[in-house]
């Protein structure tokens, strides 16, 4: 049928593209600006969060936004205790919210904003820790606006992997340093 070697068909497919410069700088131009679109409704956000943030540093005030922000806002508190925080894309966190860096060890958040932490979270997330193999030092911290429950602190302790508990009275606390 056809009778073209694979470099000739290479060398009329990149004179088509040639011809054709200006829909590549148009696909270019599209996808640029798309990116910066992107980037710039991040800013924003992160921006008016923690313009919220500094007015509402109070439980109370954490309990009234959505999960998303209240792990923004968990993000912002450990930015002040010195971490590098990075709040995780939501559709494939694994259990994890927030991810920390500091003095060369990770830290892995898990945010929770309800009022009674279930043991069953505290399991999913000890296994999200798990199969993070964390190193000396490096730990996992569930962070809740509510309370744990005894069942939830029996859990953490036999976790595998070392994790902290922060119910919303604690972590109050933290936001005031």
């Known amino acids: 049928m056809f009778n073209i070697s694979f470099l000739e068909f290479i060398k009329s497919f990149w004179q088509i593209m ?19 679109f992107r980037w710039l409704e991040k800013w924003l ?16 005030d954490w309990k009234t936004i959505s999960g998303r922000e209240f ?14 925080t990075k709040v995780t ?17 990770r830290i892995f958040i898990q945010c929770k904003n309800m009022e009674k932490v279930k043991p069953h979270d505290i399991r999913a997330f000890s296994d999200a820790l ?14 809740t ?8 602190e029996r859990e953490a302790k036999e976790a595998s992997a070392k994790m902290k508990l922060i119910n ?4 109050e606390k933290l936001a005031q340093r």
């Not at 040639?18 to 910066?36: D, E, Q, R």
């Open 18 to 36: 040639k011809s054709l410069w200006y829909v590549w700088i148009i696909v270019v131009v599209i996808i640029g600006i798309k990116v910066f």
């Open 45 to 60: 956000d992160n921006r008016r969060i923690k313009k919220w943030f500094e007015k509402h540093k109070k439980l109370e």
């Open 71 to 84: 792990s923004k806002v968990t993000a912002i508190i450990y930015r002040n205790l010195g971490y590098k």
């Open 89 to 105: 894309d939501k559709r494939g966190d694994r259990e994890i919210d927030i991810k920390g860096f500091k003095d060369g060890k």
């Open 130 to 143: 798990r199969k993070l193999n964390l190193k000396e030092g490096e730990m996992g911290i569930f962070v």
């Open 145 to 152: 606006t509510g309370e744990f429950t005894k069942e939830c």
């Open 168 to 171: 919303g009275i604690e972590l």
